[in-house]
């Protein structure tokens, strides 16, 4: 059983379409983070839910929601594509409290190219 | 803020070489120290962990000890495979810089036979 799984692994779009990416966890842990990788593999968090609820809303354009809702899933829903976004978004999971210490789990990413 | 500085790449080195990717931080309060890898294609991997300063993490043949007095968590491994061709990066959690992982630039290492 996959860990950490995103669907789809490719996403290919044209600019102002609006996609879903989806993310499960099946490692009972509490806290989801959605990570996005630039073309030169520079990686830098998005958001994080814990308990489905948002903890971590770096400066992303409103264009960009997550929703949690429950706490093994966590979506991401882009608005209006631009070219810019194509990018390999990661969702990796946690457990916060107990002595895990944040060990986050990555899923194998989605490659969104917007056309 | 928070930041993690690791060497540029490429790295490239002959099978059974020694191996070192330097790493420092910069942060506030006392950070968990990581270091991930990634395979071509796929998704990160923890390789190894500290939590404290003087922690050593080790896994597959790859060490690396947190040091606060320089600030670092270079990455070691005594005689590298093929296998280990991937794109490793250092990153901290904790402290300010909250739950989120802070990366570097990414290192990528390819070895030859």
């Known amino acids: 059983d996959t860990a950490v799984s995103q669907t789809p692994k490719y996403l290919v779009t044209q600019m102002g379409n609006d996609k879903s990416i989806k993310c499960e966890q099946n490692?009972?842990?509490?806290?989801m983070y959605w990570y996005k990788q630039d073309s030169k593999k520079f990686l830098k968090i998005m958001f994080s839910?814990?308990?489905?609820?948002?903890?971590i809303n770096e400066t992303v354009p409103n264009r960009f929601s997550p929703k949690s809702p429950d706490k093994a899933h966590l979506n991401l829903h882009i608005n209006s594509l631009e070219l810019g976004d194509s990018a390999v978004y990661f969702c990796?999971?946690?457990?916060?409290?107990?002595?895990?210490?944040?060990?986050?789990?990555f899923g194998a990413g989605t490659r969104l190219s917007v056309l | 803020g928070n930041s993690v500085t690791q060497m540029e790449g490429p790295v490239t080195l002959s099978e059974e070489a020694f191996l070192t990717i330097n790493c420092t931080y910069t942060?506030?309060?006392?950070?968990?120290l990581f270091w991930y890898v990634q395979y071509p294609g796929e998704g990160l991997q923890l390789l190894l962990k500290?939590?404290?300063?003087?922690d050593k993490g080790s896994n597959k043949g790859f060490e690396a000890t947190y040091r606060k007095e320089t600030t670092s968590f270079h990455l070691e491994k005594g005689s590298v495979q093929v296998s280990d061709s991937a794109v490793y990066f250092c990153?901290?959690?904790?402290?300010?810089?909250?739950?989120?992982?802070?990366f570097g630039k990414g290192t990528t290492l390819s070895v030859s036979s």
């Open positions: 990153a901290l959690s904790g402290g300010q810089a909250g739950t989120a992982l802070i």
């Open positions: 990796a999971s946690s457990q916060l409290t107990g002595g895990a210490k944040n060990i986050q789990y």
């Open positions: 839910y814990n308990n489905k609820e948002l903890i």
């Open positions: 490692l009972g842990h509490d806290t």
């Open positions: 500290a939590t404290k300063a003087d």
């Open positions: 942060a506030t309060g006392y950070p968990s």
